[in-house]
């Protein structure tokens, strides 16, 4: 079974700055493409970022600049690094990848648990 972790969040002050991980674990053969959603209370769940395997990033309009996508192939890992954090980034980060697994031809999209952000001072 193949799951996915997410780590690194938690409650910064404006200005500041968070890196956000997304480990998979279990049977994978490769991750194609990786992203990062979020959920604001009573918002509708938007995507911040995406990066193919390909190395393309595409961003929100909101984060671009601040925050970057990236990732270590060797390790199953994805990750977003948050720099100056706004109050209106507070929200549930979700990472979602799309995972080949061993005796599979084809992928699909797996979702990582969420992780709260929160930037308040």
């Known amino acids: 079974q193949v799951q996915l972790v997410e780590s690194g969040g938690g409650l910064v002050q404006p200005g500041g700055s968070l890196r956000l991980s997304c480990a998979a674990s279990?049977?994978?053969?490769?991750?194609?493409?990786g992203g990062w959603y979020r959920q604001a209370p009573g918002k509708q769940r938007e995507l911040v970022a995406t990066?193919?395997?390909?190395?393309?990033?595409n961003y929100a309009d909101s984060v671009k600049g601040r925050f970057t996508i990236s990732r270590d192939n060797a390790k199953n890992t994805v990750y977003m690094q948050m720099n100056s954090l706004k109050p209106e980034d507070t929200a549930v980060y979700y990472c979602?990848?799309?995972?080949?697994?061993?005796?599979?031809?084809?992928?699909?999209?797996?979702w990582g648990q969420g992780i709260q952000v929160t930037v308040s001072s």
């Open positions: 990066s193919t395997s390909g190395g393309s990033t």
């Open positions: 279990g049977s994978i053969f490769s991750i194609s493409a």
């Open positions: 979602n990848l799309a995972i080949t697994r061993f005796m599979s031809s084809r992928g699909r999209d797996y």
